[in-house]
Each structure stands twice: as structure tokens, then as C-alpha cells.
């Protein structure tokens, strides 16, 4: 996997799911036969490069909007802490030992990949020098450089036949009486999940549960899962 080729696949998200054929410009002249400065211009690749339709524009939709959550509060949030206001959404990588660093960003006209690492594999950045830590600043300088221009250019956004819902946080389908925290969710269309009560996890009780004793959480009529109270709360959510 090259950078080339990471910031080709991270292109059809906000494309609506085509992918563009990259093409790489070396130089350019004008019609007298100057040459022309790339900072100030910026021309098509001729020919036309192809276009294809890889996932839905649907699924496309959904997972461009997963990934603008990264950057407005995941690994990538250094983006909006540095300044960085516009449309943008993308994923962090790090490799194991800290060899490779990635991050794979896109906004409402470019796709731009920033790999940062040794071309020996065995040499390590640091602990610590993940992806959100070394790659997304750099990405970021770059970006807001490009932000002034970005105005004056058409947007290649592309979305479409999906659906808003109100999600549970807790159980991930539509809230029933028991849910006390909602938010927004959208969806390929035809996919939003249908309320079922029976698959509502039911809790009561567990304040004076000794460290040792199983929860029985039924998870619908039929199966029961067994949990122990130190392993019950997993993640960054506290039950309301």
C-alpha cells in the first residue's frame, strides 16, 4: 500500500463512491511554450482520467460522515484545535512499534495522504508518534495553506440516498422509554434498525454487586450473557 494508492481509495467517499484514476504532473507550459508555476495554477490531467463507481452512494454518504467524525472528535481532532474549520473527514494509522505513521484526509476538494516513518522497517518513530501525534499536523499546515484558494473552487462532494435517524447510545436502535441519551445517526436508506424490545439489555440492581458475582444481562427471550461487574463498563460512556 503506497500513499498513491491510500489517497485513490479515500477519494470515493466524499465522490459519492467513484474512484479517479491518478495522474501525475511533472511540469506545465502554457500555449507560447513558457512554463507555468503549479502553486498558481492547477490544470485537469489530459486526458480525462477514468471514472468508476466502487461502493454505493449510499454506503459512500455513511462512511464519509463516520469519518468526518475522526477529525471533529477522534484521533484526527488536532485539525480543529490547530484552526482548521472547514469540511474534512479522514482516518489515523500507526503501525505496530510505531514504524508508520498515517493519516488519510479529505475535505470538499482534495484527498491528500501524509505518511511519516523510516524506509528502514525495523527503526521505529518513538513511543508515543502515532498517526494523530506526527501525520495530522502536517496534513493540517498543508491544508490551511490551500483553505484561501479552496473557496474559489467547485466542491467534488457527492451524497445521497441515505436517511437521518434517532439512534439509541445505548443499544443502537431506535429509542424506546428505557433510553436516556439519543443521538443523530444516517443511513442507506431501507437500512434504519427497527425498535425490538426483546433485545434491550435490562440492568437493575448492580450497586451492591460484590466484585466477584456475576450479572445476568438478558439480551433478548431466549439468551442470557454472563458478565462480571469490573468487565461491565467498557469504553468512554457512563451509563445515565
Not at 482548521?84 to 476538494?109: E, P
Request: net charge neutral; hydrophobic share 35%.
Amino acid at each position: 500500500m503506497t500513499p498513491l494508492n491510500l489517497a485513490k481509495s479515500f477519494s470515493m467517499f466524499p465522490r459519492g463512491g467513484s474512484i479517479i484514476e491518478a495522474c501525475l504532473i511533472e511540469s506545465i507550459y502554457d500555449d507560447e511554450g513558457n512554463p507555468v508555476s503549479l502553486e498558481k495554477n492547477w490544470p485537469y490531467c489530459q486526458p480525462k482520467p477514468a471514472v468508476r463507481e466502487v461502493i454505493s452512494k449510499g454506503v459512500a454518504t455513511v462512511l464519509s460522515d463516520l469519518l468526518q467524525n475522526v477529525v471533529n472528535k477522534g484521533t484526527a481532532n488536532y485539525l480543529r484545535k490547530a484552526g482548521y474549520r472547514g469540511f474534512a473527514g479522514g482516518k489515523t494509522g500507526t503501525t505496530s512499534n510505531y514504524r508508520d505513521a498515517w493519516f488519510a484526509g479529505f475535505n470538499q476538494r482534495y484527498t491528500s495522504v501524509v505518511w511519516v516513518g523510516y524506509d528502514r522497517p525495523s527503526i521505529g518513530l518513538g513511543v508515543g508518534q502515532s498517526g494523530g501525534t506526527v501525520a495530522v499536523p502536517i496534513w493540517t499546515d498543508y491544508h490551511l495553506k490551500l483553505s484561501s484558494s479552496l473557496k474559489k473552487e467547485k466542491p467534488y462532494l457527492v451524497s445521497g440516498n441515505t436517511e437521518k435517524a434517532s439512534i439509541c447510545k445505548f443499544y443502537g436502535m431506535p429509542p424506546g422509554q428505557s433510553c436516556s441519551s439519543v443521538y443523530e445517526e444516517i443511513f442507506v436508506k431501507g437500512t434504519i434498525p427497527v425498535y425490538d424490545s426483546s433485545k434491550v439489555p435490562v440492568v437493575t440492581n448492580i450497586s451492591n454487586v460484590e466484585d466477584d458475582q456475576e450479572i445476568i444481562v438478558p439480551m433478548n427471550k431466549t439468551d442470557n450473557v454472563q458478565l462480571y461487574p469490573e468487565n461491565f463498563f467498557q469504553g468512554d460512556d457512563v451509563l445515565e
